[in-house]
């Protein structure tokens, strides 16, 4: 049966903010920093790249446990055994992607309402991605943001363990967590940083001062 993964602290990698370091040593250093969850997002990758780099990745987290989850690719998904794919509202069906990747591989869903959030069949998928809560130019087609009310409002509403997105940072953490999110997914917090393994701690010390 499969579990959904330790949501604490989820990394969003971006090619363009990640361009200096790469996405893998992205990885490898926020993971060491105290991440649990990799997520490779890349819109302008076909699925032959979202391959490449998902299987590097794959190899460079392999001895840590961390989950990696392919964003939107099911192809890519499957041809690299990812631990998951997660969705938006405008891709395809969740009813088709969990035909296609079977039912080990764990699910996310974008989820931008309350009444979304109601909606998800927690058969089906395994947790949310709540918000956005705020704006974020590292995703220029998101939802109008949400506040932290908002967020509130989905986690609530969710049957399935909830992840806050949009423009977080460490000082975001104590609001993301309080409005009952199970942890916080970052980009711009750790991708492009000078010091990646630093930012993620930074992050990751904040979400153990709350919740051990």
């Given at each position: 049966?499969?579990r959904?993964?330790d949501?604490?602290?989820?990394l969003?990698?971006?090619?363009g903010?990640c361009?200096g370091?790469?996405?893998?040593?992205?990885?490898?250093?926020?993971?060491?920093?105290?991440?649990?969850v990799?997520q490779?997002?890349?819109?302008?990758?076909?699925t032959?790249?979202m391959?490449e780099?998902?299987?590097?990745?794959k190899a460079a987290?392999?001895?840590t446990?961390?989950?990696?989850?392919m964003n939107?690719?099911v192809?890519?998904?499957?041809?690299?055994?990812?631990?998951?794919?997660?969705?938006?509202?405008?891709?395809?069906?969740?009813?088709?992607?969990?035909?296609?990747?079977?039912a080990?591989?764990?699910?996310?869903?974008?989820?931008?309402?309350?009444?979304?959030?109601?909606?998800?069949?927690?058969?089906?998928?395994?947790?949310?991605?709540?918000?956005?809560?705020?704006?974020?130019?590292s995703?220029?087609d998101?939802?109008?943001?949400?506040?932290?009310?908002?967020?509130?409002?989905?986690?609530?509403a969710?049957?399935?363990?909830?992840?806050?997105i949009?423009?977080?940072?460490?000082?975001h953490?104590a609001?993301?967590?309080?409005?009952?999110?199970?942890?916080?997914a970052?980009?711009?917090?750790?991708?492009?940083?000078?010091?990646?393994k630093a930012?993620?701690?930074?992050?990751?010390d904040?979400?153990?001062a709350?919740?051990?």
């Amino acid at each position: 049966m499969r579990r959904c993964p330790d949501l604490s602290l989820y990394l969003v990698l971006d090619p363009g903010l990640c361009a200096g370091v790469g996405m893998v040593e992205t990885a490898r250093a926020a993971v060491a920093g105290g991440a649990t969850v990799v997520q490779l997002r890349d819109k302008a990758a076909d699925t032959t790249r979202m391959i490449e780099t998902g299987r590097a990745l794959k190899a460079a987290l392999a001895a840590t446990g961390t989950a990696l989850i392919m964003n939107d690719d099911v192809e890519a998904a499957i041809a690299i055994g990812a631990d998951g794919l997660h969705i938006g509202q405008g891709d395809m069906a969740v009813e088709e992607a969990r035909a296609r990747i079977g039912a080990a591989m764990v699910l996310g869903l974008s989820v931008e309402t309350p009444a979304l959030a109601a909606a998800v069949d927690p058969a089906l998928v395994d947790y949310i991605g709540a918000g956005p809560v705020f704006a974020t130019p590292s995703k220029l087609d998101h939802k109008a943001p949400v506040g932290f009310e908002g967020l509130a409002a989905q986690v609530a509403a969710s049957p399935v363990p909830a992840v806050a997105i949009g423009g977080l940072k460490a000082h975001h953490v104590a609001q993301a967590l309080k409005a009952g999110a199970q942890g916080v997914a970052v980009v711009s917090a750790i991708c492009g940083q000078p010091d990646p393994k630093a930012a993620a701690r930074a992050l990751r010390d904040r979400i153990d001062a709350l919740t051990v």
